[in-house]
């Protein structure tokens, strides 16, 4: 998803979201280790925030806000000639990776073999496996699944799509907060026994984060006069601040998820244009891209090794050696999945599978 960090109006990266993303995968991967692996490495963080609450899934939440803001961005250049080109682009995008990750799982011995048929068109739902890979796999196919509907939506008809999306966005949220989920199936459980809890975030998150690019388009010719600035960047640290607080609940406020998820849009658009000084300082420091390019590998590959000493009960060896092993494996996993992967072998895939369509 490398190619999706471009600025929605200027074509520029915004660094600030990819410091962001950063913070975000790191936050799972250490959420997975210490809640599933090193269960002492995960007491031993909530004790450094002081807290006995990591509501690390919130993570993917803004994972899929920022997919949405970058959506729009595939959305509103395009004009739809063919939409099998794009989604064909977006499956290339995606999917190598899982399959990848999949047959390595496979060599060394784990039991999702028989998942091999959905690893193509990986689901978040009712009698799908919702994790082939691992644990980070899901978030993919949610996203997958529903940057086609988006993208199908809008070739339709725009203006119509964007009342869609709306509505869309408000059902998700009042599912989210009217109805409980029923555990055990799942990621986070199934509404009414046919939908995940998983797929309904994906779906209001992307949309409001499609809703969020749409108003950065807009408001691209406000003057950053010092009002704004100064609003701006007070926006930005409260956005700041109430996500870490509700990821890390270091806060005594207990926040409502819709709220932080709409503070953080808010903080994606003001990023979008450097109007803070928050992100404007922070998207002056380019060199961030060097390591935020292997956000997506390291979201991948981490799944890898962690399913692995999940399965096997970590081989009776101590929980902090498997953490050390899954650091020290991480780093050929993500460099051989990004370079061969990603940076090799999908460039040359869609000169067969995704080719532009010719006009005759």
Not at 101 to 111: D, N, R
Not at 207 to 223: D, M
Request: proline share 3%.
């Amino acid at each position: 998803m490398s190619d999706e960090q471009k600025l929605t109006t200027k074509g520029k990266r915004i660094y600030f979201v990819e410091f962001l993303r950063i913070f975000l995968i790191l936050s799972v991967v250490l959420g997975h280790v210490g809640s599933r692996i090193d269960q002492e490495l995960g007491v031993s963080i909530r004790m450094l925030f002081h807290t006995n609450t990591w509501a690390t899934q919130f993570a993917v939440e803004c994972f899929f806000i920022i997919g949405g803001f970058f959506l729009y961005k595939t959305i509103d250049e395009n004009k739809f000639t063919k939409v099998s080109t794009h989604i064909g682009n977006l499956w290339l995008r995606l999917m190598p990776g899982i399959i990848f990750f999949y047959v390595i799982l496979v060599c060394i011995g784990s039991q999702e073999w028989w998942n091999f048929p959905f690893c193509f068109f990986p689901a978040e739902g009712y009698g799908l496996p919702g994790q082939l890979v691992g644990y980070g796999d899901w978030f993919v196919g949610v996203y997958f699944i529903a940057s086609c509907f988006f993208i199908a939506l809008f070739s339709q008809n725009r203006e119509s799509a964007w009342r869609w999306v709306c509505v869309i966005m408000i059902l998700c949220w009042c599912l989210q907060m009217n109805s409980k989920p029923q555990k055990g199936y799942g990621v986070g459980g199934m509404f009414f026994g046919l939908l995940a809890l998983g797929t309904v975030r994906g779906f209001s998150c992307m949309a409001l984060g499609l809703v969020a690019a749409s108003l950065s388009k807009q408001w691209i010719y406000l003057r950053r006069t010092l009002p704004l600035r100064l609003f701006s960047t007070m926006m930005e640290a409260v956005g700041l601040f109430m996500l870490f607080s509700y990821m890390y609940r270091t806060s005594l406020v207990h926040y409502r998820p819709i709220a932080v998820e709409l503070i953080f849009a808010v903080v994606l658009v003001s990023a979008s244009h450097s109007w803070g000084y928050i992100t404007s300082f922070l998207n002056r420091i380019s060199g961030i891209t060097y390591l935020s390019r292997y956000t997506y590998s390291i979201l991948l590959a981490h799944s890898v090794p962690c399913h692995y000493f999940y399965d096997n009960h970590n081989l009776g060896m101590n929980p902090h050696s498997c953490s050390l092993i899954i650091a020290g494996a991480l780093i050929p996993l993500v460099l051989i999945e990004y370079h061969f992967v990603e940076k090799w072998l999908v460039p040359r895939l869609k000169l067969f599978f995704a080719k532009e369509p010719t006009v005759s």
